[in-house]
């Protein structure tokens, strides 16, 4: 966390005196972060009888708002009032605080600042959280989720959405089928507002409240859900039936700290479901852990990915292989799925077998196939065979 130089606590102007914030010029606001934690200091290590509770703590709630408005993270904001605040403690009392200090007056003193710290954090989170619910109209479970994803969430942060933050989430990154195919929706995408994501909203508000947190658009977004909490596959099934639309996700189980790189983890493990074309529903991460390690770049995904090289001047065969292996293999299945005969499915896996080597009746060949073709089709950049 980084230290933040605050100006001296008795020479700073009162909040109520904007027109010496504002003449020192665009480039020191007048609720930059070392004004905010000096101000908050002061307040905390002043005579409260002599303070206009109500101004001053009206300064301290736009101060706060304008912070959220700038991106500044709470936790960063709070950090800095409570450094700022113990400095002041351990400076002399006021002046006009009178007579010898005694043990028994600075007890007082600190249990006073403890008082005043107190409601400056309540203060500041709440005036946080409402900019940012004004800024973005989100939900609290909307609110709360955005911090979750980008790891800026705090226990202070959970009590003003209303909600209690889990230890551990179950993280589920989400497709829907659109007209815009897009094979990897945006971890924390700004949601727009069609009817299907605003059913889904509702759904998961009037169903789940407080116990499914999402940042949803159009095309997907990322759903957490508490270990504890409603089933993952009650979850999706429920939201499919509103959005009038087949769901597809991919889970990962994380702790609340560890949300921001499960997600990421969640997204990349849904690219993949949908580059083998597996069907919709909840894949978990521990089932395509080693398809997921072959998307990191090496040596071994060039090789894996060189294996079907023979197949880049057949799109039709590698269309053919890529829904045979999301039909768990079944030739009945696949020639349904491609609108063609049977026995022009099993011509065209003869013939994946005779330019690659690779033979799907066997178990190494289905192995080799599939492992082959994630990796293949991370080389070509793109969904292969779609």
């Keep these: 966390m980084p230290q933040h130089q605050s100006p001296p606590v008795g020479l700073l102007p009162r909040p109520d005196d904007h027109r010496a914030h504002a003449a020192a010029g665009p480039e020191r606001t007048p609720y930059d972060l070392p004004t905010i934690a000096a101000q908050c200091a002061r307040i905390a290590h002043a005579d409260l ?20 408005a700038r991106g500044i993270p709470i936790e960063e904001i709070l950090q800095a009032v409570h450094e700022a605040v113990c400095a002041a403690l351990a400076t002399p009392a006021p002046a006009t605080v009178t007579g010898p200090t005694t043990p028994m007056r600075y007890l007082a003193r600190t249990s006073t600042t403890v008082r005043a710290l107190d ?22 479970e909307e609110t709360l989720a955005a911090a979750l994803l980008a790891g800026t969430a705090s226990s202070t942060q959970a009590r003003q959405c209303g909600i209690e933050a889990a230890d551990e989430y179950h993280v589920l990154a989400l497709t829907i089928p659109s007209r815009r195919d897009s094979p990897r929706p945006p971890v924390n995408r700004r949601p ?15 169903r789940y409240p407080g116990r499914a947190l999402a940042v949803l658009s159009d095309d997907g977004g990322t759903l957490l859900i508490p270990v504890d909490g409603p089933p993952a596959e009650a979850v999706i099934s429920q939201l ?32 993949v479901v949908q580059r083998l074309g597996l069907p919709s529903g909840i894949h978990h991460f521990t089932d395509l852990a080693l398809e997921y390690q072959l998307t990191r770049p090496g040596p071994g995904r060039e090789h894996l990915g060189r ?13 053919t292989l890529r829904c045979h292996l999301a039909s768990d293999l079944s030739r009945s299945c696949t020639a349904r799925r491609l609108h063609v005969h049977a026995n022009t499915v099993d011509y065209r896996l003869k013939r994946i ?22 990796a293949h089709s991370y080389a070509r950049g793109g969904r292969v065979g779609a």
Excluded: C, K, N
């Design 49 to 68: 009888e002599s303070l206009d509770f109500a101004a001053e703590l009206a300064w301290v709630s736009d101060a706060a708002a304008a912070a959220a």
């Design 119 to 140: 409601l400056l954090t309540s203060t500041i989170s709440s005036a946080y959280v409402l900019q940012l619910r004004a800024l973005t109209h989100s939900s609290p």
């Design 192 to 206: 727009g507002r069609s009817g299907a994501l605003r059913r889904m909203q509702a759904e998961l508000a009037g």
């Design 240 to 271: 499919s039936r509103v959005a009038g639309a087949p769901i597809t996700a991919a889970s990962v189980t994380a702790a609340t700290a560890e949300i921001p790189e499960a997600a990421e983890r969640a997204h990349t493990t849904l690219d």
């Design 307 to 319: 294996l079907l090289a023979p197949l880049d001047d057949h799109p039709e065969l590698l269309t």
């Design 353 to 374: 077998a005779q330019l690659t080597g690779l033979d799907l009746t066997r178990a190494d060949g289905v192995w080799l196939l599939r492992s082959a073709f994630v």
